[in-house]
Every structure is written in structure tokens, then in C-alpha cells.
């Protein structure tokens, strides 16, 4: 079965400032990838998915961009961080039931 | 699209009593229905899951089950127990891949 590794845990980061978060899985090859992002206390809102190398798909309009420059990392990044990107992210990856998630990463803009 | 109705958003039970999360969801094609559970900061983790071929699937205080008919699945819970506190998340998609995903549901157990 697949394992996801998710880092940062936590990032506190002023407004403004740009973010990366990175995503790896293991166990597996050429898998669909998926970034989320939940707010407190709200439900799961989907980001960015990828179906391969370079392909990436966005779902919401917003100040950040993902990429996927090897078969199992995908990156989340923002050039200039909003006080509403505060939440945490999850990076998701499907197997034989259902998702399995990373540890996620809880970002606080300031 | 899919579109995948969840209720309640909050549901409080006495320690012991059974709850019951509801879902709708709108594509009658879809036909892989999973259900995760949310611990306060930590990631979701799958519970149980059913597919389109059966009605019902229980793994010990846990049942989901599934009217294809009427496009609906439920989460029962049994006996709970305070560590069943959690949000949880209902789920559909017509494979393994994209699901959809309702909007949660708390679930308070008051001792």
C-alpha cells in the first residue's frame, strides 16, 4: 500500500511571503495526486489534481499553483500568500480503498 | 456532475446510544461509496467503504448502508464510544479516483 510524506507539519508565514509544500508517495507509480485544503472547522475543498507528470488540473481560481516534476512529488506554491490561505492542506493519493492522506500541513498566514 | 448532500452537520448522542449520518448523491452512476473519519487535527482515515454490488457492510460497531434506488447511504454507528467524537465524511465516485465529497458531519458524544 501506498504511504504519503507531507512537510512541513506547521508554517507560520506573514502575508505576502511565497510557500511551497511538498508532497511524495511511495509504494506506488504513476498514481493521481490531489491537493486539498480544509478550513477550520469546514469540509474537504479540492485544489489541484494530477493525472501524470506536468499535468495539472485546477479546480478552484486562486493565488496558488501546483506542480508535479517527478511521478510521485507534487508541489503546492504561492508567489504571494492572502491571510484567507491560512488552513490545512492535505495532499491525497486513491488506492484499492479509497484515499489515503497525507499527515498534512497546517498553515497559518499572519 | 456529482453532488453529494450530507446530514447533519452536527449530531450529538449519549455515550452508547447508536447516531446515523445520512448522504444523498446525485449521479446514479456512481458506484463507490467510502466513509472517512476525522480526528481534530489529524488527517481523514477511511472507516468503511461499500460498493454499488451490495446494500449493506458492517465491521463490528460500524454499518454503512446503501439504497441504490433512492441514492442514499448511511453511516451507522452503534454503542458509541467517547472516541468516536470526530467529524466524518461521506464520499462517492464512479471509480477509485475523484471522489466527491459531502461536507461533514460532527459527531459530539456526550458522556
Known amino acids: 500500500s501506498q504511504t504519503i510524506h507531507q512537510w512541513p507539519a506547521t508554517l507560520v508565514q506573514p502575508v505576502g511571503s511565497p510557500l511551497s509544500l511538498e508532497c511524495t508517495v511511495e509504494g506506488t507509480s504513476n498514481p493521481n495526486l490531489y491537493w486539498y485544503r480544509q478550513a477550520a472547522g469546514r469540509g474537504l475543498q479540492l485544489l489541484f489534481y494530477s493525472v501524470g507528470i506536468g499535468q495539472i488540473s485546477s479546480e478552484v481560481p486562486q493565488n496558488l499553483s501546483a506542480s508535479r516534476p517527478q511521478d510521485r512529488q507534487f508541489i503546492l506554491s504561492s508567489k504571494k500568500l492572502l491571510l484567507s490561505d491560512s488552513g490545512f492542506y492535505l495532499c491525497?493519493?486513491?488506492?484499492?480503498?479509497?484515499?489515503?492522506f497525507g499527515s498534512g500541513t497546517r498553515l497559518t498566514v499572519v | 456532475g456529482e453532488n453529494v448532500e450530507q446530514h447533519p452537520s452536527t449530531l450529538s448522542v449519549q455515550e452508547g446510544d447508536s447516531a446515523v449520518i445520512k448522504c444523498t448523491y446525485s449521479d446514479s452512476a456512481s458506484n463507490y461509496f467510502p466513509w472517512y473519519k476525522q480526528e481534530l487535527g489529524k488527517r481523514p482515515q477511511l472507516i468503511i467503504d461499500?460498493?454499488?454490488n451490495v446494500g449493506e457492510k458492517k465491521d463490528q460497531r460500524i454499518a454503512v448502508t446503501l439504497n441504490k434506488t433512492a441514492k442514499h447511504f448511511s453511516l451507522h454507528i452503534t454503542e458509541t464510544q467517547p472516541e468516536d467524537s470526530a467529524v466524518y465524511f461521506c464520499a462517492a465516485s464512479k471509480s477509485n479516483y475523484q471522489l466527491i465529497w459531502g461536507a461533514g458531519t460532527k459527531l459530539i458524544i456526550k458522556p
Open positions: 461499500i460498493r454499488s
Open positions: 491525497a493519493c486513491p488506492g484499492d480503498h479509497g484515499y489515503t
